[in-house]
């Protein structure tokens, strides 16, 4: 019973901690522009991240140890580094993004201005990461998380035209009013969102954390092969709803404000507020994980001590890299930038990173003096080398694109 009561945790965490504010703007801005036209890019990129985080997951529990601290001794320092360097760009870009979505989120149940909520959530993480335990600062977040469940339960009290959405979704069509390379641009940053790879460092890491071994592999692939999936149909729920609300009036999304309206025309004030909580423990458990994975990648490729299980005094330089993670992010905020174009930035420069961090794991997942027994089957492989030509024209496609189109606009 208690074996089963952890892998339906771990599955709820997974459907929670998958939707972060990359998720939430990106879907609800391609629903606004494109309607469901992008659908397609959802099941690709959770495909992606389960194979991903369960290549990384695996490394982590048969080796006991973490992705960078085999990298580095892997690839080499000097190729490790590019990947280091790339890394840890992103993930302070994503929890630059991620802290601006908690304040906005505030900002949303309380109307005060989200300047004034940015320390306010920054100094909350710092708390967190330094006084909470793993496994119930994960859970907790997770399970919040899945308030936005309400967005699915949007979706039908809206009533739409349920043939209207599944033509849209299975024979996309690029609107009248949007050109081919916006939408190509949308479709690497729907990608990015579903792809992120703090996403995959915190997975690795936590199993670290938690003390997995082979016998957790099972458990792992529930959570990763159900969770994922789960959280990948959320996506589409959001998309759904800028379909059915906002599309038709011609609303394109430039605020989180705008992403709840179809929440609010479904179900009213009690329907807003789920969504908030939803939004707030979303982003709060991103933001999380965004500190904490910024810690593991420079402390693991350094080879510093590190870890929650450990006290401070036993991993200083580990807690002092999160701490000034959140100071630059919220320093980032404070210079009047949008939340919702980091946000939008982020997830491309996501997928641009994605080859750095993407192969070095395929290459240790297949390697036998570190995996035994346990490398990739044959199965296993031929998917990740499709999604490694997936990964590398998206990477080349999205600084082009972005050109071209102004970033999407």
């Not at 998380?145 to 809206?158: H, Q, T």
Request: charged share 10%.
């Amino acid at each position: 019973m208690r074996k089963l009561f952890s892998v339906a945790l771990g599955i709820l965490t997974a459907i929670g901690g998958f939707l972060d504010i990359g998720d939430l703007v990106t879907n609800a801005v391609v629903g606004s522009r494109f309607g469901l036209a992008l659908a397609w890019v959802v099941p690709v990129g959770v495909l992606g991240i389960c194979l991903y985080a369960n290549m990384a997951g695996r490394v982590a529990a048969v080796s006991g140890r973490a992705t960078f601290e085999i990298i580095r001794e892997r690839l080499g320092p000097r190729a490790a580094a590019s990947n280091l360097v790339a890394s840890f760009f992103i993930n302070l870009m994503t929890l630059t993004a991620e802290i601006g979505g908690v304040a906005l989120a505030l900002e949303l149940a309380t109307d005060v201005s989200p300047m004034m909520w940015i320390p306010v959530a920054a100094f909350a993480v710092w708390v967190v990461v330094w006084r909470v335990k793993f496994s119930i600062m994960e859970n907790a977040a997770g399970l919040l998380g899945l308030c936005l469940i309400i967005f699915a339960v949007s979706v039908f009290a809206l009533h739409p035209n349920w043939g209207d959405l599944l033509h849209q979704a299975a024979a996309p069509v690029i609107p009248q009013q949007e050109s081919a390379a916006t939408y190509w641009y949308f479709a690497i940053a729907l990608f990015g969102a579903a792809m992120t790879p703090y996403e995959v460092f915190f997975f690795s890491s936590g199993a670290v954390e938690e003390g997995w071994s082979i016998r957790d592999l099972g458990t792992s692939r529930l959570n990763v092969i159900i969770g994922f999936p789960l959280g990948g149909i959320l996506s589409i729920a959001i998309a759904s709803c800028a379909t059915i609300v906002l599309l038709p009036n011609q609303i394109e999304v430039t605020s989180l404000s705008q992403t709840v309206m179809p929440v609010i025309t479904a179900g009213g004030k009690l329907a807003l507020a789920f969504a908030i909580v939803g939004i707030v423990a979303a982003t709060f458990g991103a933001a999380l994980e965004t500190t904490l994975s910024g810690g593991y990648i420079l402390a693991q490729f350094l080879g510093w001590t590190w870890g929650k299980f450990r006290r401070p005094t036993e991993a200083a330089r580990f807690h002092v890299v999160m701490f000034v993670s959140l100071i630059a992010g919220a320093a980032v905020l404070f210079t009047g930038v949008d939340p919702v174009m980091v946000t939008e930035y982020s997830v491309v420069f996501s997928a641009i990173a994605l080859p750095l961090t993407y192969l070095p794991i395929l290459i240790v997942a297949n390697d036998a003096q570190y995996m035994g027994d346990e490398t990739n089957g044959k199965v296993t492989n031929m998917f990740a080398s499709v999604y490694l030509v997936i990964i590398l024209a998206a990477s080349l496609s999205a600084i082009p694109l972005m050109i071209v189109t102004g970033a999407g606009q």
